[in-house]
């Protein structure tokens, strides 16, 4: 890839559904000038339960459609397919793509004070193990517990930021990993972050939550630096986002997560 030859393309960023859009606020954040183009494969919400081999496929394809946009760089906003497809994509296509399990893995290394981590995710996610052997690499006296919880995904779908099913599931998830004392709590799946007042409620204030997107942003910041592909034009930009089914839930719930600015909402029916 030469060196600015791109820089006024958009970032690719990707999610099964709605949890991506926390990588999409803080990129809006830290990289105002920059046009994003979303993917959330809404028709296929959620991926934590599905196999390593449907998690490439799905990544795969969805990578070809962010391709068709001319996006300079991927970011899989998706902690399921960080851990099962990334590295299959960053050999197979040809421009930088980040994950969100480093990020956040070293996030909670530096600031865990009592060496005791607790991970929320997929059933995947959780499986693949991958939080857990980031974190003892980085640290090898850190004690990581892990729990999957796969009812938040469609919970988050729904929209049910705050509702008493949600504060139900919640407790009855949490309560093991909280008798073990952690001082810091990964939320290892994007649409977690949204339920981050009910995670700190029943945590307890004392518990740090690491959402892994700020520091996502602030990689992807890098990458382009280093590449001389941050864009130049200022001004606000205009981004696009995707999805694989009806475009007007996501659109409703984007709108209140984001705080609106979100326009353009295309479909893409796979064939």
């Known amino acids: 890839m030469q ?20 990588v999409v606020k803080e990129l809006n954040h830290h990289l105002p000038n920059e046009r994003i183009v979303y993917f959330g494969d809404t028709a296929r919400v959620p991926y934590g339960t599905k196999s390593g081999e449907t998690i490439i496929r799905y990544s795969r394809e969805i990578v070809r459609v962010l391709l068709k946009h001319k996006v300079k760089m991927v970011v899989v906003a998706c902690n399921t397919a960080s851990s099962l497809a990334l590295d299959v994509l960053k050999k197979e296509f040809d421009l930088p793509i980040l994950g969100v399990i480093e990020p956040g ?10 060496n005791k981590i607790g991970i929320i995710a997929t059933s995947s996610t959780v499986k693949s193990g991958k939080y857990a052997r980031k974190i003892v690499q ?36 949490l309560r093991d ?22 995670l700190h409620n029943v945590m307890g204030t004392q518990v740090q939550l690491v959402d892994s997107a700020q520091e996502v942003a602030l990689q992807v910041k890098e990458v382009l630096t280093k590449r001389r592909l941050l864009r130049t034009r200022l001004g606000p930009c205009q981004h696009l986002y995707i999805v694989s089914d009806e475009p007007q839930q996501f659109k409703r719930l984007a709108m209140r997560f984001l705080g609106g600015g979100v326009k353009h909402v295309r479909r893409h029916i796979y064939v």
């Open 3 to 22: 060196m600015n030859d791109c820089s006024e393309d958009p970032i690719g960023v990707f999610d099964s559904g709605l949890g991506g859009l926390t």
């Open 177 to 198: 990993i909280k008798k073990k004392k952690i001082d810091t709590l990964i939320l290892g799946c994007t649409h977690y972050p949204l339920l981050k007042g009910v």
């Open 105 to 114: 893995a070293r996030k909670a290394a530096a600031v865990t004070r009592n």
């Open 138 to 173: 980085l640290n090898k006296n850190i004690v990581v517990f892990s729990q999957p919880c796969p009812l938040f995904v469609p919970l988050v779908e729904e929209g049910w930021f705050d509702h008493a099913i949600t504060y139900q599931v919640a407790g009855h998830y």
